[in-house]
């Protein structure tokens, strides 16, 4: 969740290189829109998302029977900060022709390193554009 956070802030920076983020989420269709829709982690707090209805700004896809997480390479259980999730999150970066550019497979070693991801990931997105890096 906290990497759609950090996401979220660079929402600008995405749609500017003319992005399009999804999330594949191991739930059924209600659960996936409920996901999307409610603010539940950090909400109602005072920071910057706060006030925000979502804190989601990939487009959320459910996949309960885990076919694409399989497609993928990711539909396992993994540790991660000391609980167990169904899938093994993953970043991919799929350029305009349908080409995997940059796989991510994030280690979640610290508690924030999910920044760092986000700025790998922006760097791809950057580099499948064809827009020079600052």
Request: no cysteine; aromatic share 12%.
């Amino acid at each position: 969740m906290h990497q759609q956070a950090q996401l979220r802030l660079r929402k600008g920076e995405v749609e500017k290189l003319g992005a399009e983020t999804f999330v594949v989420m191991p739930l059924d269709t209600y659960r996936t829109q409920t996901f999307k829709e409610q603010n539940w982690l950090l909400g109602g707090g005072k920071g910057p998302f706060g006030k925000e209805k979502s804190l989601v700004f990939a487009t959320p896809l459910s996949d309960p029977a885990g076919q694409v997480s399989a497609i993928y390479g990711v539909s396992r259980r993994a540790l991660r900060w000391g609980s167990w999730v169904e899938n093994y999150p993953h970043w991919f970066v799929i350029d305009r022709k349908g080409i995997i550019t940059f796989i991510l497979k994030p280690t979640f070693a610290t508690p924030t390193s999910y920044q760092d991801d986000i700025e790998a990931v922006i760097a791809a997105l950057k580099k499948a554009s064809g827009q020079s890096l600052p």
